[in-house]
C-alpha cells in the first residue's frame, strides 16, 4: 500500500502555514479595549488551519490505503469550464456565466441530480450576486453589455 504523496504534502504545507500564521499573529497586538486588534485573525486563522491540515494528515496516514492512478481528464474538465466561463463573464454577465459554470460542474462534472444540480447552482449563483453587488456594491459583469 502506498500512502497518496501529494495530499500529504499539501497537508503539511498547510499546516506549516497556519503555524507561521499562528508566530506572526502572537507577535502582533491581540485585544485593544473591547475589540479585536491586527494578530487576533491571524493567530486565529493559524489556529484553524494548523488544525484542519493536521487533522487530513491523520486521516491520510490512517488510511495508508494505496492511491489510485487518478486520470487528468477531471481537473482538465474544470479547469476548462473555469476558463469558459471567465471568457464568457464580459459577454454573458455574472450571474449567467457563474450560474453555467456551477450548473456544468454538479451536473456533468460530479454526476448529481439535475435537480440538486439547479437548486445547488442558482441558489450559489443567487448568494454571490446578493453579497457582492446587493450588499458590497461591487460592479459586476452586466448580460450583453
Known amino acids: 500500500m502506498r500512502l497518496a504523496r501529494g495530499e500529504l504534502a499539501l497537508a503539511l504545507v498547510f499546516a506549516a502555514v497556519g503555524v507561521l500564521w499562528m508566530v506572526k499573529g502572537a507577535r ?5 479595549g473591547f475589540a479585536p486588534d491586527s494578530g487576533f485573525l491571524p493567530l486565529v486563522y493559524g489556529c484553524l ?6 487533522a ?3 486521516l491520510e496516514l490512517r488510511a495508508n ?5 487518478e ?5 482538465l474538465t474544470v479547469a476548462a469550464a473555469l476558463g469558459i466561463a471567465v471568457a464568457a463573464l464580459p459577454y454573458a454577465g455574472f ?9 456544468f460542474l454538479y451536473a456533468a462534472v460530479e454526476r448529481l441530480p439535475w435537480l440538486a444540480s439547479l437548486l445547488a447552482a442558482g441558489g450559489t449563483t443567487a448568494a454571490l450576486y446578493v453579497i457582492f ?5 461591487v460592479p459586476l459583469p452586466l448580460l450583453f453589455r
Do not use: D, I, Y
Not at 488551519?49 to 493536521?54: D, E, F, Q, S
Open 28 to 32: 502582533m497586538p491581540l485585544w485593544e
Open 49 to 54: 488551519l494548523t488544525a484542519l491540515a493536521l
Open 56 to 58: 487530513v494528515l491523520a
Open 65 to 69: 490505503v494505496a492511491a489510485p492512478a
Open 71 to 75: 486520470s487528468l481528464r477531471k481537473p
Open 95 to 103: 450571474a449567467l456565466s457563474v450560474f453555467a459554470l456551477l450548473l
Open 133 to 137: 453587488k446587493v450588499w458590497l456594491g
